[in-house]
Structures are given as C-alpha cells and as structure tokens.
C-alpha cells in the first residue's frame, strides 16, 4: 500500500460547481498535512495547511479525519482559474514530507 | 517568493556522464529537499539536508548524491546518468525549523533529459 494516495482523477467540473478531493494516509503517526497545487510544468505551491479542527481559506475548505486516516479539500464555487493537479502531502517521521500523486481537476465554462 | 534558484533550468546529457544540479537559496534555512517528479509516481524524495554537511536518504536514493558544504547550496549528483533519472528535479526548503506543520517551498525544477 502507497503512504499517500490520491484518485488520480480527472474531475472534470462547470465552473460553479462544488468539489472534493479526499487523500488517504497510511501512517498513523503522521503529523502534519497539506494541500498544494500545481499548473501544468509548474512547481508546486501550498495552497493551505490542514488543521486537525479543519480550516478554510475563501473558497477551499480543508478537512482531517485521524480515524479513518485522510485528508480531504472542498472547492466552492469552481472558476476556470482553479483548473490545476492538486497534490496532498503528509508528513513521515516528522522531517520527510511524502506527496500523493495528485487529482486533476478541469473546470469547463 | 521563497528565495530558492535551481540550475539549470533545463539539461540534456548522455548516458553514462556525470550531472549536477544545484539548488541556491537565500535566507539560510537549515532544510533543504531533492524531489523527482515522474507521471504516475508523483514526487518522490530523493535526499535531503538539515544542515551543513548533514544529510540523509529518501525514498528513490540509488545513483544519486548530494553535499551541503554551505548553508545555502544543496548539490545533487548523478554519477553516471541513466535513461530512467530523465525526470523533472524540484529542490525545496522548509522555511520553518520547528518540524509540525512546517510546509515545503519549491523551485523552479529541473528538466533532465538522458539519452
């Protein structure tokens, strides 16, 4: 089994729609978690740390469940612009960060 | 902008030479990273730093090196390159020390091409 794994995708959207990526972690003792996204032949950026309460940043919205070991990231109101690879990554013994291999996400007009 | 240049940008080479790729940055943060990056594979860690001349193995190790002999430089080797390390190289830095929740900054990257 992978330590991170991601539905590859693609999540193919009309702008204004609502979607959600979920990102399933092996290590229990995983500390910290993150969403980044990344363009085409771009490298990848953070697009929000998650937090074990759950957080938000305008549209996105990140969320951590311990029990059941994912991670999962909810875009409001899709815009074109979102169109990306959204990449989770996870902590493995504190000082490694291991990356799933990315959801690809296509928002048509 | 987290201060971080990899060169080249873009090398071809031939089976067999040795490359380095280099990773500069410019606030002196103690972690520094080499990823790859393959479709179907993600990134993958390949070593990283905490510190001058610290450094430890990741996950796709094998026919790479790395030296950290100042803060700010992180060089990765490929002795004698392969078909199969043609990838795209990332170098990141954890702009934090503290170790929870401290997220990754990425270059440019590097488009490695083998022959």
């Known amino acids: 089994r992978k330590e991170v794994e991601q539905d590859p995708g693609p999540f193919n959207v009309p702008e204004g729609a609502t979607v959600a990526f979920n990102c399933t972690y092996s290590?229990?003792?995983?500390?910290?978690f993150f969403w980044y996204r990344q363009d085409c032949r771009k490298e990848p950026k953070l697009l929000m740390s998650?937090?074990?309460s759950g957080n938000e940043d305008g549209r996105f919205t990140a969320q951590l469940n311990r029990a059941s070991q994912y991670i999962s990231l909810l875009i409001r109101d899709s815009k074109l612009s979102d169109s990306a690879t959204y990449l989770c990554a996870v902590t493995l013994n504190t000082d490694k960060l291991i990356f799933g291999t990315g959801t690809r996400l296509q928002v048509f007009p | 902008d987290a201060g971080i240049t990899q060169s080249p940008r873009h090398k071809v080479t031939e089976t067999g030479t040795p490359v380095t790729l280099r990773c500069h940055q410019t606030?002196?943060?103690?972690?520094m990273y080499w990823y790859r990056q393959d479709p179907g594979h993600g990134l993958r860690l390949i070593h990283y730093s905490y510190g001058v001349k610290d450094t430890d193995k990741g996950e796709v190790s094998d026919g790479y090196s790395v030296s950290r002999s100042k803060t700010e430089d992180f060089l990765l080797t490929l002795e004698s390159a392969t078909s199969s390390q043609t990838s795209v190289y990332f170098c990141?830095?954890?702009?934090?020390?503290?170790?929870?929740?401290?997220?990754?900054?990425f270059g440019n990257g590097t488009r490695l091409t083998v022959t």
């Open positions: 606030e002196n943060h103690r972690y």
């Open positions: 998650v937090y074990s």
């Open positions: 990141a830095i954890r702009i934090s020390d503290s170790l929870y929740n401290s997220p990754l900054h």
């Open positions: 290590n229990s003792a995983s500390q910290s």
